[in-house]
């Protein structure tokens, strides 16, 4: 067949003119990112139970479980977030399952009652059931779990600035590290705007985001840096453009394919794995948007220092 594999109806090379359109899209992200701190506050992240606080119910029994039909056991009771995920090992001495479910005590609502509200529920629907621990996480633990996940965000961002300061230059490092903060911020945006429940696991997919993200920066700027030793008197302009037309096929055909497993696991994955994999989704593409209209970009309005008398390079060429 002509176009088998389908990989060959791309094209070797590209000749688009990215920078040309940089203006217009770094006014569209001022825009977005806005909007997205503004959501962040008003009306704010939707925490889950990680972050607001609620009751962990553990539970053995000797036969295996369906996790979905626990969910929807305390999910009638409308409880709000529910979590529920299995612990242990399979080799327990006595043959039992372990069920761990996590869910929100209503506002005012007595914590002990509700506790024997979601073991009956769960009596109903498992049968034999053994209840060894429940706990009740307060406000102030679940804020401190908050104020670390957040922290946790920060530090990441900034080592990245470190690593690029130390692989390449500060310009590449703001650059770089302008668009991390870009993709986190919309982010979180996406997670306001679809009223998805904040929990740890969406802390984890963001900071697969922000690896993903730097990866990418990271093989734009390496064949940009290639480009400024071979094209020693092209304009910087033209530079970014080549090397982003230069490394788009690899971007797309990675891209692609993370976002096709990811559809996988959004589709059928499960409840507990939708959120996490549209997140991720999300923040791939808007990672590889980043890396071509965030980053290259502030590269070229700081200008950047190459050569051997280490001349500095603007939009229009090297500086007599």
């Known amino acids: 067949m002509k176009w088998w594999p389908l990989i060959k109806i791309l094209p070797v090379k590209t000749r688009f003119h990215f920078v040309r359109r940089s203006k217009l899209f770094a006014v569209l992200s001022v825009i977005l990112v806005i909007a997205s701190l503004i959501g962040c506050f008003v009306p704010g992240l939707n ?12 539970l053995s029994t000797p036969q295996p479980v369906q996790l979905g039909k626990v969910r929807a056991a305390v999910n009638r009771l409308d409880l709000g ?17 372990h069920v761990s479910v996590r869910f929100q005590t209503p506002t005012g609502a007595d914590p002990t009652a509700t506790v024997t509200r979601v073991e009956q529920a769960l009596n109903q629907a498992l049968g034999q059931v053994t209840y060894s621990r429940a706990d009740v996480v307060g406000p102030k633990v679940s804020g401190e779990l908050f104020r670390n996940g957040i922290l946790a965000l920060a530090i990441a961002i900034a080592l990245m600035l470190l690593y690029i300061w130390f692989r390449f230059e500060l310009q590449f490092g703001l650059g770089a590290v302008a668009a991390l903060f870009h993709d986190v911020i919309l982010t979180f945006g996406l997670i306001v705007a679809l009223r998805i429940e904040f929990d740890l696991k969406l802390i984890a997919a963001i900071l697969t985001v922000i690896g993903y993200s730097m990866n990418d920066t990271v093989v734009v700027f390496d064949r940009l840096r290639e480009n400024m030793r071979k094209y020693k008197r092209m304009p910087l302009s033209e530079l970014i453009d080549l090397s982003i037309n230069e490394t788009l096929t690899r971007t797309v055909i990675t891209g692609v394919t993370a976002l096709l497993a990811l559809s996988g696991l959004a589709l059928f994955g499960g409840e507990a794995l939708r959120a996490f994999s549209i997140v991720l989704m999300f923040g791939i593409a808007i990672g590889t948007y980043s890396s071509i209209y965030i980053a290259s970009p502030i590269v ?15 939009p229009h060429g090297a500086r007599p």
Do not use: H, M, Y
Request: proline content about 2%.
């Open 300 to 314: 070229l309005l700081w200008g950047v220092k190459r050569g051997e008398d280490a001349e500095i390079i603007t």
């Open 81 to 97: 977030d529910v979590g529920v995920q299995t612990f242990g090992t399979r080799d327990d001495p006595q043959g039992l399952r």
């Open 47 to 58: 925490r889950g139970i990680d972050f607001k606080g609620g009751t962990v119910l553990e």
